[in-house]
Structure formats: structure tokens, C-alpha cells
């Protein structure tokens, strides 16, 4: 049975190409649906451009939601990715 | 690590082929095989056969190549390779995409050990991804 998961994260740094990639290189690994959604946009994970033209920035809450059997290790997987991201902010 | 599927880059430009390809593996991190074919064989601004030719068996891990042309007469000389060149890797397909977008698609998707269709597929949605 498909499950959900969603958390919310305020970025401290702006979403670059090099941590949208390994955002988008983690995302595809999991057989769930990934999404990210920053202000009134939403966006498939797994498309690095699409991450990339989310434009999340610093300050921004970025939540992330997942849907399938492991949504749950997505989740996690892709928080901490823009939780790192955040911090190095390059 | 499983293999990979490579991924060529053919541009007019050596300094265009070498920079997506830098941008690509960056972006994607490491483990991509991104081979680039820029220039003639003399330098100039053009497309050789060999150096696509040289580029596709480098870049090849076994399991496929996706070849990304920057402009139409890469084309042309993709197609003369692909047709008359012998013991090719199997599973050599181009891309038709957006040269820059397609290219870090591809390598995202291929890092993220994507089979060749789906890297395909990722090179080829490129032209649908808007920036702004």
C-alpha cells in the first residue's frame, strides 16, 4: 500500500546547480513520486531542471513530499541533501 | 558500482563541448562517463568523425552512449558515423535537445543509473524545461 510523507525545511543558503543535481541523482533512486514545492511553485524531484527552475532561495521553506513505498527514506534523503545544501550555499 | 550509461557531447566548439561537459559532470557528480567531440581535427570550428568516433568509445561502460549534437550538421556527422564506422559500442542512440540543458539532464539521469532510454528520454524532455 502506497504511502505518504512530507516535511518542510527553511533553506539558509539558495538552491544551486551542483546540490539540485544531487538532490535530483538521490531523488530517482527511490521508487516513490518525489516533490518539491517552494512558494506557489511544485516540481518532480527527480528533473534536475525542474529542481533547478524551482529557484528556491535562502529564507525559503521548501517542502518536500513523497508518495510510495519507501516515501519515508525519500523524505529523509532529500532533506538532508538541502539541509547540507543550505549550509555550504555556494 | 554498476556501470554507467556514457554519455558524448558533439559541438562545433572544442571550448563549448568541453565546458558542458564540465557543467554536466559537476552538476551530476562523479561516475558519468562524458565524452566530448568539439572542433575539426585542425582546430578549427566543425565536426570530426573521429574525434565522435574516439569520444564514443570512451565514454562507452557497456551498458550505452547517449550522443547529444550541438547544432544540426553534428547531425550529419553523428549519422556518418553511426551508419558506416564498424564494432561500434551497441546501444549508441542521439539525443534531440537542448545542448546545455540536455546535457545535465542526461548526466543527472545516467548518474542516478538510469538505463540509455531513460537517459534519452531526460536529454529529450530538456526542450520542455523553462528557466524562469
Redesign the interface.
Known sequence: MPQSCEATITLTGDLH??P???L???A??FGATVRLSAGEKQVDA?????V??LGASSGQEVTVQASGPDAEQAVAAIVAILAEASRVGE | MAPKVGIVLVSHSAPLAEGAAELAGQVSGEGVSIGTAGGTDDGRIGTSIDKVERALRLADSGVGVVILPDLGSSVLTVRALLADADDLPDLVVMADAPFVEGAVAAAVTAAAGGDVDAVLAAAQEARHATKL
Not at chain 1, 46 to 50: D, E, G, H, P, Q
Open positions: 546547480a551542483r539540485a543535481g544531487a535530483s541523482v538521490a530517482a533512486k527527480k528533473s534536475v531542471l525542474a533547478m527552475q
